[in-house]
Nanobody
Framework: VQLQASGGGLVQAGGSLRLSCAAS????????MTWFRQRPGQEREFAAA????????YYTDSVKGRFTISKDIVKNTMYLQMNRLKPEDTAVYYC????????????????WGQGTQVTVSS
């Protein structure tokens, strides 16, 4: 499975961005697709996830109500719509795909995209 993330950029606080993660290859065994983010000087952290079959959504508390994760089955692409962005959302955002139900632990994921930079100015 190969993942290609895109959509990052520079935006003012309160603005919006939409990230995309296109998956290719054999994704039939993938249980969940997830967005992690890594802020400067910090470890990679869970942001949002969506399960492949049921489409169940999960969010970390700091993004609930502002971010929405979704997927397009036909395009085999996952999205992260980010609204009301804050300077603390500044990070490199990575998409990941995995077969484990342990969603928030980065070490359980099998496949990673290359990351896309999101910068929110105050």
């Amino acid at each position: 499975v190969q993942l290609q993330a895109s959509g990052g950029g520079l935006v003012q606080a309160g603005g919006s961005l939409r990230l995309s993660c296109a998956a290719s290859g054999d994704t039939t065994s993938i249980y969940v697709m997830t967005w992690f983010r890594q802020r400067p000087g910090q470890e990679r952290e869970f942001a949002a996830a969506i399960t492949s079959l049921a489409g169940a959504e999960y969010y970390t508390d700091s993004v609930k109500g502002r971010f929405t994760i979704s997927k397009d089955i036909v395009k085999n692409t996952m999205y992260l719509q980010m609204n009301r962005l804050k300077p603390e959302d500044t990070a490199v955002y990575y998409c990941a795909a995995g077969r484990s139900p342990v969603l928030e632990r980065a070490t359980t994921y099998d496949y990673w995209g290359q990351g896309t930079q999101v910068t929110v100015s105050s």
